[in-house]
């Protein structure tokens, strides 16, 4: 382990405390140090003691960069529906105004991060299930240890007031020695048994597929994703580190995240990137049309082939790839993509699948293109006004931060989200699920209902199911 200059902090601190007495206003004091190896899984687990809610995970599908955080050095919330993107955004410039950093490393993902995310829909009436989420909420953690292309980096963010002193650093430093401290400790997992899983309304569900491909029979509609809810009843309360173990070692290849927030944990492994930013740089994921994998290698192959020549599959990725393209040229100078889907396979489906590169302007954040592209029609539909309209209007269910935009941006700009899917909400002994499947106009229920059952499973064996 890299040992920290205790005497640094302490020295910026009174530079940082004179400087809010000089604003007479709190700052931020942000540094970042090279670490030696740290498991990425144990080092969320030793949060749990002291930060328990104050925590997230985020891993890309491969491994290059992965961000812990613990407790909160500043939270960014707000429930407005209007300009929520723009809100955030200026908010975290503002947070990050006269702020004293200390990095001396290029790469992305060090120094200030905010970590968080939107709900799907702000319209939508919030119900008790997401009474713990903001429709936007960012977390800037106290501690963030960033793991980037195998290289480990802890940053300590402190807000230091005018009436601060010595003290509040003496306090960290003690705190931030207790935690590595603790890292020798082994953490044991906690078995716990489910006791029943309860789907919410599949008739009323399957019923209102098939109210919707009557709507789009004979309205300007072309598809409109409509997502469920199964509910999980455990025998004592399902802790996230279980669940983010399993995920880790079973989705692997996913964006893998949990997000805290006030005791409950949103987590998931999502196959499907909404936007990465480095510098000018922008990559898209058009995501949309499933088969299940096969059994065999040939079975594999066959079905892959089969979602390959998919019309219903093929036109349904279309519609995402156009609008994503059209968002993208919004704000890039170039928009790069292949005449044809490839197939994604994950562990228990495999989906059509287009990689989209952009080149931006200088001024487009990361923000102003999530807002952009949410919701793709992979999530919401198509016209997207008057599918998430529809949605709002006919799903029973309180989306939340499912289906929904969450990532990270550092302070210079770089960041990554992933569309929330193949997720669930941990509430102490129970826990939902959630999946969606596109309906369009030659949509048949009871296939649709099929195909969610199968979106379902990620979650429910990381959570012990089957």
């Known amino acids: 382990m890299v040992t920290i200059q205790e005497t640094e902090l302490k020295e910026r601190g009174l ?11 709190p700052i931020l004091i942000s540094e970042v ?12 687990n030793i949060g749990k003691e002291r930060f328990l809610g104050e925590r997230f995970f985020w891993k890309d599908p491969t491994d290059e960069i992965m961000l812990i955080g613990l407790g909160i050095s500043k939270q960014i919330q707000s429930d407005q529906v209007t300009d929520r993107f723009f809100h955030v955004e200026e ?36 119900t008790d299930l997401w009474s713990k989420y903001s429709d936007s909420l960012f977390h800037i953690p106290k501690y963030l240890l960033s793991i ?18 010595q003290d509040l650093f003496i306090k960290v430093t003690e705190e931030r020695k207790r935690l590595f401290n603790s890292l020798d400790q082994s953490y044991q997992l906690r078995t716990v048994n489910l ?98 994998r096969g059994n065999t290698e040939e079975e594999d192959k066959i079905l892959g082939e089969q ?16 609008m994503i393209k059209e968002a993208l040229e919004e704000t890039c100078d170039q928009v790069i993509l292949p005449d044809k889907p490839q197939l994604m396979k994950i562990r228990d489906i495999q989906h059509l699948y287009t990689p989209v590169i952009g080149k931006c302007q200088k001024d487009a954040s990361i923000l102003l293109l999530v807002e952009r592209l949410h919701p793709t029609p992979a999530l919401g539909g198509l016209p997207k006004k008057e599918a998430v309209e529809k949605i709002r209007e006919l799903e029973e269910l309180d989306r939340g931060f499912y289906a929904a935009p969450l990532g990270w941006v550092d302070y210079r700009g770089n960041g990554e989200f992933a569309v929330s899917i193949r997720s669930g909400l941990i509430q ?20 649709e209902y099929l195909e969610t059952g199968l979106k379902f499973k990620p979650m429910q064996r990381a959570l012990g199911g089957k």
């Open 91 to 126: 908010e975290w410039q503002k947070f990050l105004l006269e702020s004293l950093i200390f990095n001396p490393y290029p790469e992305n993902g060090l120094g200030p991060v905010m970590f968080g995310g939107f709900s799907f829909d702000p319209n939508k009436m919030k």
């Open 428 to 447: 102490g002994n129970e826990a939902s699920l959630f999946a969606g499947c596109g309906v369009v106009a030659d949509s048949n229920s009871e296939s």
């Open 148 to 165: 980037i292309k195998g290289q480990t980096y802890l940053t300590t963010n402190i807000v230091c007031t005018p009436h601060d002193n």
């Open 307 to 322: 979602l390959l020549n998919d019309q219903k599959n093929l036109i349904e990725h279309g519609f995402v790839v156009e």
């Open 195 to 292: 006791l029943e899983t309860k789907e919410v309304s599949p008739e009323k569900w399957k019923k209102t597929v098939e109210d919707v491909v009557q709507d789009l029979k004979s309205g300007p509609l072309k598809k409109v994703v409509l997502a469920r809810e199964l509910r999980l009843v455990f025998d004592a309360p399902f802790e996230a580190e279980t669940a983010l173990f399993n995920l880790f070692n079973q989705q692997h290849e996913s964006f893998i995240f949990v997000f805290e927030s006030n005791g409950d944990a949103f987590l998931g492994a999502s196959p499907e990137r909404l936007v990465k930013k480095q510098g000018n740089d922008v990559f898209s994921t058009c995501l949309a049309g499933s088969i299940p």
């Open 15 to 25: 530079l940082a405390v004179s400087r809010a007495k000089e604003l007479g206003r």
């Open 33 to 44: 140090h090279k670490m030696d190896t740290i498991n990425p899984l144990s080092f969320f």
